[in-house]
């Protein structure tokens, strides 16, 4: 038994039930909250370690074996992620606590994060549908509360739009399931994965699968980005920030499971699919990041424009493309974070949120104005920094597989997330300044260091990236050979 | 029996989508409730048949039992669906405070504050 696996779920959700009892007390509430991460990180990375010399893990609850039990399963794709979501979370909670603002934090705004974090976690490591659409809700529930907590009116508004669709998604989720399991008479992922790989992947089990395409494209903003930019820049910094680094990412890492794991016998027509919507989604964020002058809309359509790379990187589907995929992954988590956050600290600091309207922002402060300079060399892909390994690898991929139409939309909207960033450098940070000194806004150090850390944790995984390699690699290998998963997973008795 | 759940599914599918269609905030919010029923009685329908043998855990001797795995997974789905109609509720509510309109159209385009 592997309990330690589901540490990760169990202590945010522990620590949102505790936080709960501690309204008032915002002191002890910040205080058990870093705790609470710093015990998740630690957590995650010894099961990470674990994976590469045991193999991948799981826990069948209540000792009922697969395929009959629901269980927690964790290899190294997933735990990658697990680390990435409570390091940013870690990072972001240190944001927030200069500013949300008291009223925030007595209107049990940590034990949200909390559940939202164990509701990713959960999604992250569950090896069974079901459990997957309980821990979506688990996940979209706090996501509902957190993006309307304080309810300004453009919030309020906006979170009608995100849950309905995301109402609307559960119910086509809930239908696939309905079909899948009336079609195969299973839930368990490997399970489904053999009974699929016997009876093969016929025309009905191909449309469910794209059935389950259009469900975690609308969590993942995969061409069905619609609701994205709105919702995105709706709410406060720190909650916007948490979106937009972690809500996507769960679509996209189910969007993984089920097209490398189960439904990879037709990649003529679901691969081909996602390949199109990929291309469509860098094509259309491109055009919004470009379209608006409004930092908060520029930010969240950049968000578009990776969930399309990342999932060009499935459509290639190979083990180089897969690579690259991970990469990132993890790299768009950290600095998407760090985007956002230098987004609404600028919109701090100026009280203005159109480019044009703001000028000259470095003279005031330069640490920002270099931190959002490292941001975007690390988003475009320069070397030293993150980006770069994955474009590197994902490129490879495309002309292994021979995707060039891919390579050349997905190294253009590189250039396209460049122009944009370049536009709010150009704008905000470089000119004449507009602030004189009586206005100049302190900028708060609890506000400049979170963005310090991502930004030290983007060069980190630039330069570290060997050390990081035998995960990425063996997660890669586990993607394109779900034989792995599923002997893990069922140990012969099928 | 099958037949009949189905064509209530349909029946059930077909309103919720003429309620979603609507410039009414609180039709919409009724519209994916009962969505969400539909998709619960399909669940139900899937289960190799909706009873094809005795309830499981009241006996052993009886000759098949009928699949328990729907029933839990519905349980488990309409609470969920139950939790966010009642935040959608609320939210409705809030909002109709706040803008003084529950109708759709007068909240597009709002430009921010």
């Known amino acids: ?494 | 029996m099958e037949t009949l759940i189905t064509v209530l599914v349909g029946l059930l599918v077909t309103i919720a989508v003429y309620l979603l269609l609507s410039r009414n905030l609180i039709r919409v919010i009724l519209g994916t409730a009962l969505l969400s029923h539909a998709a619960h009685l399909l669940l139900m329908t899937m289960g190799k048949g909706l009873k094809k043998g005795s309830a499981p855990l009241l006996g052993e001797n009886a000759a098949s039992y009928v699949d328990a795995l729907p029933q839990a997974l519905i349980l488990t789905a309409i609470v969920i669906s139950f939790a966010v109609t009642a935040f959608l509720l609320v939210l409705a509510y809030r909002t109709y405070k706040k803008t003084g309109t529950d109708d759709l159209y007068a909240l597009r385009g709002l430009d921010d504050e």
């Open chain 1, 1 to 494: 038994m592997n309990n330690i696996i589901v540490m990760p779920m169990i202590i945010p959700l522990m620590t949102g039930i505790i936080l709960i009892f501690l309204r008032t007390r915002t002191n002890s509430q910040r205080i058990i909250s870093i705790l609470s991460s710093i015990a998740t990180i630690a957590v995650s990375i010894v099961i990470l370690n674990r994976i590469q010399n045991e193999g991948i893990l799981r826990l069948d609850f209540g000792g009922w074996l697969p395929p009959y039990g629901i269980l927690f399963v964790a290899d190294s794709f997933s735990m990658l992620l697990v680390i990435t979501t409570s390091i940013v979370t870690g990072i972001l909670l240190i944001y927030a606590f200069s500013s949300i603002g008291i009223q925030h934090e007595s209107m049990f705004f940590y034990p949200f994060i909390f559940f939202l974090v164990a509701g990713i976690n959960g999604s992250f490591l569950t090896g069974d549908l079901f459990n997957l659409f309980v821990c979506f809700e688990v996940m979209l529930l706090s996501s509902y509360v957190l993006i309307t907590m304080g309810g300004r009116k453009i919030q309020l508004v906006e979170s009608i739009k995100y849950v309905t669709i995301n109402v609307l998604s559960s119910w086509f989720f809930l239908i696939g399931i309905a079909y899948l399991y009336g079609t195969v008479g299973t839930l368990n992922m490997a399970h489904l994965s053999v009974r699929i790989a016997e009876v093969g992947q016929g025309p009905l089990l191909t449309v469910i699968s794209l059935m389950f395409l259009i469900v975690f494209s609308l969590k993942a903003g995969l061409l069905l980005y619609f609701w994205l930019p709105g919702s995105y820049s709706a709410p406060p910094t720190v909650v916007a920030a948490l979106f937009g680094a972690l809500l996507t990412k769960v679509g996209i890492y189910a969007m993984f499971r089920m097209f490398t794991l189960i439904f990879y016998h037709e990649t003529i027509i679901t691969h081909t699919v996602i390949g199109i919507m990929a291309i469509l989604t860098m094509i259309g964020g491109s055009i919004g990041a470009l379209a608006y002058n409004d930092i908060r809309k520029i930010v969240s359509y950049n968000v578009v424009i990776a969930v399309g790379f990342i999932l060009a990187g499935l459509a290639m589907s190979s083990e180089i493309a897969f690579e690259g995929a991970i990469y990132y992954l993890i790299h768009d988590m950290i600095v998407k974070a760090l985007l956002f956050l230098i987004a609404g600290t600028v919109i701090y600091l100026t009280g203005k949120s159109k480019i044009e309207e703001m000028s000259g922002l470095i003279r005031n402060y330069p640490m920002l104005g270099w931190l959002f300079f490292i941001t975007m060399l690390s988003l475009t892909g320069i070397p030293p920094l993150s980006g770069f390994i994955s474009k590197v690898y994902l490129g490879q991929g495309a002309i292994e597989t021979g995707s060039y139409l891919l390579l050349a939309v997905a190294f253009m909207s590189g250039i396209f997330v460049l122009y944009s960033l370049l536009r709010i450098f150009l704008n905000c940070f470089w000119g004449e300044t507009i602030i004189n000194e009586d206005d100049d806004v302190p900028l708060k150090k609890g506000m400049l260091i979170p963005c310090i850390l991502f930004a030290i944790m983007t060069i980190a995984i630039g330069i570290g990236v060997e050390g990081l390699a035998p995960y990425v690699s063996d997660a890669a290998r586990t993607l394109m050979n779900p034989d792995i998963y599923i002997e893990a997973v069922l140990q012969g008795n099928r």
